[in-house]
């Protein structure tokens, strides 16, 4: 079993700053890629930022200059740095890990709670 748990939400105000972090724990072998989405009431899920293991990126639009996503392989932890926040960035964060399970199942993709995100003054 793998678990995901993510950490450093809260509210900022406009133009402020703030740093996700999500760390993985359990059975792990490797894991693939990490992304960030994230979710509001009434819309689609949306994916954020994405990192490869071996470290490439990409991001939606929207973040694209303000936020970056970063990892650590040897923590199994995925990070990301947002910038120049604005309100309609206000959402739950929720990171995801696609995780090696074995030989017969190939990887799976984990997810976390979410953690909160408010930008407001």
């Known amino acids: 079993q793998v678990q995901l748990v993510e950490s450093g939400g809260g509210l900022v105000q406009p133009g402020g700053s703030l740093r996700l972090s999500c760390a993985a724990s359990g059975s792990i072998r490797s894991i693939n890629a990490m992304r960030w989405y994230r979710q509001t009431p009434g819309k689609q899920r949306e994916l954020v930022a994405a990192i490869a293991r071996a470290g490439s990126t990409n991001y939606a639009d929207s973040v694209k200059g303000r936020f970056t996503i970063s990892r650590d392989n040897a923590k199994n932890t995925v990070y990301l740095q947002m910038n120049s926040l604005k309100p309609e960035d206000t959402a739950v964060y929720v990171c995801?890990?696609?995780?090696?399970?074995?030989?017969?199942?190939?990887?799976?993709?984990?997810w976390g709670q979410g953690t909160q995100v408010t930008v407001s003054s």
């Open positions: 995801n890990a696609r995780v090696w399970v074995s030989e017969v199942t190939g990887y799976y993709d984990y």
